[in-house]
């Protein structure tokens, strides 16, 4: 296990920071004595949550998927704090439902902000933080272990974001920038609650088999990505069993494949005309609300 560095003095981006796991995180940090840079699509709650940090805080309205917004940010944020020694790139959206019946600019959108849009972000800082050779923590899921039926753009978009920062670690590792990529199940957040309003996601979700089928609190999940942070680690578990997915992954498609197949047709006469959900939780009506206005 790898030594744990303090985070006292050091410059934090969270993106995704109004809210849930961004949120608590950028609250984490702060404690520990690192300095916080906000970024996401709520200026409100962003400048809510900056004011009440421990330390120094400030926060950027800005769109993950925008090259150029984040570029600017990079700059913004370097010019204001001097550095950047860390960036998590936890913004994430997600929408639910049969595939064939979705809405096409919301599944797509799903690809946009957590695949693309971490790419955007690890583009826009990696300059600043080849200075400082510090960490770019990517926050991907448990979806980018196991596929699952009725979350096609989410696991997509999931698995995508972790080859991307693997890869990404091969390439800057030598460089002196660690890259990690950070997996979350079920975690209480707006977003997974915002799931769960559906009877059909919520019971669907209640048949998976333990223990994927348990919501869990926000807190300790938080408090391991903060350790993985501290010890600049290639893979950060926020549930401890995550870990142990791991070493079975291979045979999860031939698995979920057998086993989903026999759940879809027990739920087929009720998704008839399902057409799923729009993007989920308070997040996701923030992410439309931003796209609508402009």
Partial sequence: ??????????VAVVTGAARGVGELLARKLSARGARVALVGLEPDELRRVAESLHGEAAHWHADVTDHEAMSQVAREVKARFGKVDVVVANAGVATGGPFVESDPDAWRRVIEVNLIG???TGRAFLPVLLESRGYLLQIASLAALTPAPMMTAY????SGVEAYAHSLRAEVGYRGVRVGVGYLSWTD?????GADQDDIMRELRSRLPWPTNRTY???PAVDRLVAGIERRSSH???QWWLRGMQSVRGYLPTLIGVVGQREMRRFGPRLEGFRGSSLLGA??????KARAGR
Avoid at 189 to 193: K, L, N
């Fill in 155 to 158: 696991c997509a978009s999931k």
């Fill in 236 to 238: 950060v578990y926020a």
């Fill in 217 to 219: 609190p926000l807190g």
């Fill in 1 to 10: 296990m790898s030594r744990r560095s303090s985070l006292e003095g050091q």
């Fill in 283 to 288: 997040g996701g009506e923030a992410d439309e």
């Fill in 189 to 193: 957040t707006d977003m997974v609650r």
């Fill in 118 to 120: 971490g790419a955007v």
